[in-house]
Nanobody, 114 residues
Framework: QVQLVESGGGLVQPGGSMRLSCAAS????????MGWYRQGPGKQRELVAR???????FYADFVKGRFTISRDNAKGTVYLQMNNLKPEDTAVYYC????????WGQGTQVTVSS
């Protein structure tokens, strides 16, 4: 079993930055890939970025060059540094991790608005 707790959401102005964190507890040694999805108002949940335990990363086209994903394997924590935020980045952001199954965090709201 793994539990995920996200933090770092809130309100930010367009062009601003925000860092999300997601801390895992439980069987963190069994975690392979960790990542982030988001779900905007009236939209489907979409993959934002993911990172393997070896550090290989993948980014959705709409965040390339603006967002950076990183992780601390010893702490079982994944981060999402978001720069140059746009109103269309407004969404609930969910972290996840994969072991033999997928676990999800509870979600954290990110609102980009002036």
């Amino acid at each position: 079993q793994v539990q995920l707790v996200e933090s770092g959401g809130g309100l930010v102005q367009p062009g601003g930055s925000m860092r999300l964190s997601c801390a895992a507890s439980g069987m963190i040694s069994s975690i392979n890939t960790m990542g982030w999805y988001r779900q905007g108002p009236g939209k489907q949940r979409e993959l934002v970025a993911r990172i393997t335990s070896a550090g290989s990363t993948f980014y959705a086209d709409f965040v390339k060059g603006r967002f950076t994903i990183s992780r601390d394997n010893a702490k079982g924590t994944v981060y999402l540094q978001m720069n140059n935020l746009k109103p269309e980045d407004t969404a609930v952001y969910y972290c996840y991790c994969d072991t033999a199954r997928r676990y999800w965090g509870q979600g954290t709201q990110v609102t980009v608005s002036s």
